[in-house]
């Protein structure tokens, strides 16, 4: 009975989280923390506890499908990782190349369209995960209605380093001008990344930090982050919703904030006003209140008289 009355309760809630969504991310990327810590609340072994993430991974791509979000980064591997029991990394390779393996044949991810790539070292894992790697990536290349990355040997500082030895190596070789570099010569530096900039990161667990997870793909966009308390096998489509609605409220108050900002500068030097601050002013407008529009409208008609 309990569980019947909590399942409806969390329906409603549900119902009422989704309607107050106001915008979705287009790139979501996710820490799946806590793993381990669930495992060991419950009195099972660690492995217990990934496998049971990934069945919560699973249920998170149904929910960005359903929810149109169209890139997904999971940080399921990373280089700090190497520094955990052998029994425990093996455990997680055989767990990470049979779920490959099992997304790249699910008629789920096919009818949803997922194409599965991998980003890091993936040169570090054993054989039956590049293996793994090489078969997804086949079995889905074709598709490009939700990209999903899978973070393997991955970690965002070895990343850049490595970045960073190859513009120096090609401006060494004087293959490029050093003046010539800029954001693209980066991102082409990087090598194979995220399509997208990050709009969003999630991280399960409680634990309050990013964990070197794709600074330049994330902090460069200034991404939201939201840290969810739940530990990952714990985490439910209610949490996920309540991370987009967060992330839809900081959406909507920093186009509110550069509208006003714009606002203020065409209202104190008027016609003198720059094409710049005037494109953005109209591209962000229509985010304020209804009460800031009719001030907005009010001040332009004082403007257009002074002139």
């Known amino acids: 009975m309990r569980r019947w009355l909590r399942s409806k309760v969390e329906a409603v ?4 989280l989704r309607s107050e969504i106001t915008e979705t991310p287009t790139h979501v990327a996710v820490i799946q923390d806590g793993n381990r810590r ?17 069945d919560t991974t699973e249920q998170l791509l149904e929910w960005c499908d359903e929810l149109g979000i169209e890139e997904v980064t999971l940080y399921t591997f990373s280089t700090e990782n190497f520094k955990r029991p052998e029994d425990e990394q093996q455990e997680l390779f055989d767990l990470i190349a049979r779920k490959l393996r099992e ?6 991810v096919h009818e949803a369209e997922v194409q599965i790539r991998a980003l890091g070292e993936t040169e570090k894992l054993p054989e039956r995960v590049q293996e793994a790697i090489a078969y997804a990536t086949a079995q889905t290349e074709s598709y490009d209605n939700l990209q999903l990355n899978i973070a393997l040997a991955y970690g965002g500082r070895a990343e850049l380093l490595s970045a ?10 004087e293959e490029l001008n050093p003046e010539a570099i800029d954001v693209d010569t980066v991102e082409k530096a990087l090598g194979p990344s995220a399509q997208r900039e990050v709009d ?5 667990g409680g634990d309050e930090r990013t964990s070197n997870f794709l600074p330049w793909q994330a902090n460069g966009n200034e991404a939201a982050v939201y840290f969810s308390t739940p530990y990952w096998p714990a985490f439910r489509k209610i949490d996920f919703l309540r991370c987009l609605r967060t992330y839809g409220h900081r959406e909507r108050n920093w186009r509110q904030t550069r509208a006003r ?16 601050t005037t494109t953005t002013f109209e591209r962000f407008r229509d985010s304020l209140p209804n009460t800031d529009q009719e001030r907005e409208g009010s001040e332009a008609t004082e403007i257009e008289t002074a002139d």
């Open 13 to 16: 809630y549900e119902h009422v």
């Open 38 to 54: 669930y495992a060991r609340e419950h009195g099972k072994d660690p492995s217990d506890g990934h496998r049971a993430g990934a």
């Open 103 to 108: 997304f790249a044949d699910s008629d789920r």
């Open 164 to 173: 960073t030895q190859n513009i120096a190596s090609r401006v060494a070789r």
């Open 200 to 204: 969003l990161i999630i991280r399960s």
């Open 261 to 276: 900002r714009a606002r203020s500068i065409i209202t104190a030097i008027g016609s003198r006003t720059s094409s710049e």
